[in-house]
């Protein structure tokens, strides 16, 4: 079994920031592309941003030049550095990985944690 767990999400001013974190845990072969999604009621979820093992990232054109990925591959763990908040951030932001088990090396999976709150509010 796989799991993502996130933290990190909270309350914030306009113009602030936040760092989430994700790390993924449990009997993991390998993990390749991981990311951040974001979703609000009523609307489907949005891939913000990705990370491939090897470290190139890319970016909805809605957070470029203010949030920046990255990820500490042996721990299994992605950021996401939020700068430069905006009301329209405000949602519960979720971590993906694909990854695979050692139960199953050559299938990858795709895998969400179960969200963090971010909400930016004056």
């Known amino acids: 079994q796989v799991q993502l767990v996130e933290s990190g999400g909270g309350l914030v001013q306009p113009g602030g920031s936040l760092r989430l974190s994700c790390a993924a845990s449990?009997?993991?072969?390998?993990?390749?592309?991981m990311g951040w999604g974001r979703q609000v009621p009523g609307k489907q979820r949005e891939l913000v941003a990705t990370?491939?093992?090897?470290?190139?990232?890319n970016y909805a054109d809605s957070v470029k030049g203010r949030f920046t990925i990255s990820r500490d591959n042996a721990k299994n763990t992605v950021y996401l550095q939020m700068n430069s908040l905006k009301p329209e951030d405000t949602a519960v932001f979720y971590c993906?990985?694909?990854?695979?088990?050692?139960?199953?090396?050559?299938?990858?999976?795709?895998?969400w944690g179960q969200g963090t709150q971010v909400t930016v509010s004056s």
């Open positions: 993906n990985a694909q990854i695979a088990t050692v139960l199953s090396p050559r299938i990858t999976g795709n895998h």
């Open positions: 990370i491939t093992s090897g470290g190139s990232t």
């Open positions: 449990g009997r993991i072969f390998s993990v390749g592309t």
